[in-house]
């Protein structure tokens, strides 16, 4: 069964950084993407990025883009969310998943998740 589990999250302040991980079990990452999602109190999970190993394509939301960089490293089957100047808007529960071969930006498109990293900002 696939199984990933995120971690790296905790407590910034603006303008910081964190880098999240995605260690994958139960599947190699050759053949799927990985995508990042968030999830607000009160809104619905967003697409953060996603990276598939299978076509060498990354995605951003525009919320994001140039903040955040996505990378993968197969040989520890581990992929990598480093978030740079972080924001109070960027307070969330950081979820990644699995998908066969190709990116989607969607959350219902995506059978297995983990159990969620969060990031908080301090004042």
């Known amino acids: 069964q696939l199984h990933v589990v995120e971690s790296g999250g905790g407590l910034v302040q603006p303008g910081g950084s964190l880098r999240l991980s995605c260690a994958a079990s139960?599947?190699?990452?050759?053949?799927?993407?990985i995508g990042w999602f968030r999830q607000a109190p009160g809104k619905e999970r967003e697409g953060v990025s996603c990276?598939?190993?299978?076509?060498?394509?990354?995605y951003y939301a525009d919320s994001v883009q140039g903040r955040f960089t996505i990378s993968g490293d197969n040989a520890k089957n581990t992929v990598y969310l480093q978030m740079n100047s972080l924001q109070p808007e960027d307070t969330a529960v950081y979820y990644c998943?699995?998908?066969?071969?190709?990116?989607?930006?969607?959350?219902?498109?995506?059978?297995?998740w983990g159990q969620g990293t969060q990031v908080t900002f301090s004042s």
């Open positions: 998943a699995p998908r066969s071969y190709y990116c989607s930006t969607r959350p219902y498109e995506y059978e297995y």
């Open positions: 139960g599947f190699t990452l050759d053949y799927y993407a």
């Open positions: 990276i598939s190993s299978f076509d060498g394509t990354t």
